[in-house]
């Protein structure tokens, strides 16, 4: 069975630029979170979705947003970038937000902000 | 604001050894502790997890003990071979949020041959 998959795995920007990252969940799960791991830090959470609603938000600022689409697959946008927004984002996947549902990571999406 | 401290940053053992690492958190309302592995460009793996109403819980060679009052928690390693050399993070996260997980800052393993 696939995992979650994410495109691309890596992503070359300059300052002041966008980039949308894409993200598919495990098959029949409906639950995709975003999370930002900077290195050798822990990831961070940026946001869950279920059933195509934002279902929290992390303490991010305004240039970062997602969506989720009808076949449960989401991208993650962050407009003007900076040079702290280069990291690893990962997406996760579960089948419903909720307690010990296990949510299982993609490989990321390496970003570079130069 | 950091909500899970974990420690060690990095840790070396010896193949056969035991690997401990800890975690402290600060938030009384979380209720659900996992533990991932993550190896070099590869995202994050649940290895096991905990609830606070057990104080050990234990899959194959790897425990976690837990101690609600101290508001800590650890994971142990029983016989590290090479093939654990990866960082591990400790997480939390409270029913009302959802999935949401709040990691630490993540040990570097490597299990010496």
């Known amino acids: 069975d696939a995992g979650v998959t994410q495109s691309p795995t890596h992503l070359i920007k300059t300052r002041g630029q966008h980039v949308t990252l894409r993200c598919s969940p495990i098959?029949?799960?409906?639950?995709v979170s975003w999370y930002q791991q900077v290195l050798g830090q822990g990831p961070q959470f940026i946001f869950q979705?279920?059933?195509?609603?934002?279902?929290g938000r992390g303490n991010f600022p305004d240039r970062f947003s997602a969506r989720q689409f009808p076949n449960y697959s989401s991208e993650l946008n962050v407009n003007a970038l900076l040079l702290g927004d280069s990291a690893l984002y990962l997406c996760a996947s579960s089948g419903r937000p909720g307690l010990q549902e296990t949510q299982y990571f993609g490989p990321g999406t390496r970003l570079l902000v130069l | 604001q950091q909500q899970v401290k974990q420690s060690p940053q990095s840790l070396i053992v010896q193949k056969g050894g035991i690997s401990i690492i800890n975690c402290a958190y600060e938030?009384?309302?979380?209720?659900?502790f996992p533990w991932y592995q993550q190896f070099p460009g590869k995202g994050p793996a649940l290895l096991i997890a905990?609830?606070?109403?057990?104080s050990e819980k234990k899959e194959g060679r790897f425990t976690i003990s837990f101690n609600k009052s101290a508001k800590q928690f650890s994971l142990h390693i029983m016989d590290s071979q090479p093939g654990d050399s990866a960082t591990y993070f400790c997480a939390a996260s409270m029913g009302a949020s959802g999935s949401r997980l709040t990691f630490g800052e993540g040990t570097q393993l490597t299990v010496n041959p």
């Open positions: 938030n009384t309302a979380f209720d659900y």
């Open positions: 979705y279920y059933e195509k609603e934002e279902r």
């Open positions: 905990i609830r606070p109403d057990v």
């Open positions: 098959s029949g799960h409906k639950s």
